[in-house]
């Protein structure tokens, strides 16, 4: 018989093990050799990577989101056994679907993911050998229309399934594209300006038969979005799950129209050979998606959204104290990133740094703190984000801050 100690012995000498099924310890740790009790392991320091504090907003290139206890709790404890994957995607399908009030759901890594996935569903349906032929079908390349005003990087996702864009200015150019090859059309919801609304993009996609897709992947809060465009009538709808939502990083949403969404499942992992197959979700993505959607949509937002406020009270009454500095609480308008942060500004005459030198200051330090440097006309400002701090970290944001305001005087 194996021993909890000697398993954990045993499985010491291994770098990293995921999940120790039945000891109730979520990774292997060194032991202690005189206690013979686990040591707790720094896998920051060990592989000598900074840990970084996010005083910006989401971005990709920072891991996204911090999950949530709730979201990391169904990923240790489910971890532990096997599960089928169809299955598991059905059933968490489902349940996202009931939740967003729409036909069908599923988990995807990403809003881009969503994107190919959303894309392939509409030109190959169930048609088996099509889904073997992507992204090269014979005959015409599927067509997607966007408006001009919405391309954007992201739109790569729709062009790597071989469709190619055609873009469209205005309701009467975008009814006139729209012919045998059109598969699908895709509204940026955060563009910043369209020629067709959200309601006429979608009557002429219904008029001409072709499901509309919108991507809103940075879009909530408000909560209300996540129910806005399944009213509108889109037939696909996706929203990154490691943003606001503070799921897994690699994980996001994509539902609407039932057929849409089970041909898009057959574009994905687990099966074999489609398109969809390098962008893998895990199991652990899909319970932890579920997690954090379901506490993202319990969650009382008025009271979120006042703590936000009272974060950057806290952290002006600080840096105020430093001669000339003014903090500012700015909201933005959305629709992506639509949440308070701070502006800084303080006069470059007393406190001689600029800026773009804070923020290399407060990045370059210890600890390692990520704002950003925003622009109003000619005017440079410091951004200081405070939706993604730690409950602990406000106050060390507050302080590195002033310190360095302070050290320019
Ligand atoms: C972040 C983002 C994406 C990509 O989302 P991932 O979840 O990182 O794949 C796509 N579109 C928009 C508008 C985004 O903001």
Redesign the pocket.
Known sequence: MVTRRKLLKDLSALPVVGGLMGTGILYACEMDKTTEKPVARNLFEELGVTPVINAGVTM?FLS?SLMLPEVLEAINSTAHDFANMHELQDRIGEKIAEMLHCEAAMVT???????VLGTAATITGTDEKKRRELPYLPGARPEVIMQKSHR?V?DQ?ITTTGAKIVEVDGPAEMQQAINDNTVMTLF???AGKSSISHEEFVAISKRNNVPSFI????DVPPVENLFKFQKIGFDLI?F????MIRGP?SA?LLFGRKDLIEAAKLNHSPHEAPIGRPMKVNKEEMFGMYAALKSYLEKDHDKEWQSWLDRIERIKAQVETVSSVKGETHISPGP?NAFPSMHVRWDQDKIKVRPRDVYNELKSGTPSIVSNVRRDGEEEMLSVGVVLLRPDQVDIVAGRLKEILLKAM
């Open positions: 990709t996204g890594s990403g809003a881009a993911c969503a994107m954007y992201f996702a940026f919801n955060a991507d809103a992947a940075a996706t990154s799950g490691g943003k990083q996001g992506a």
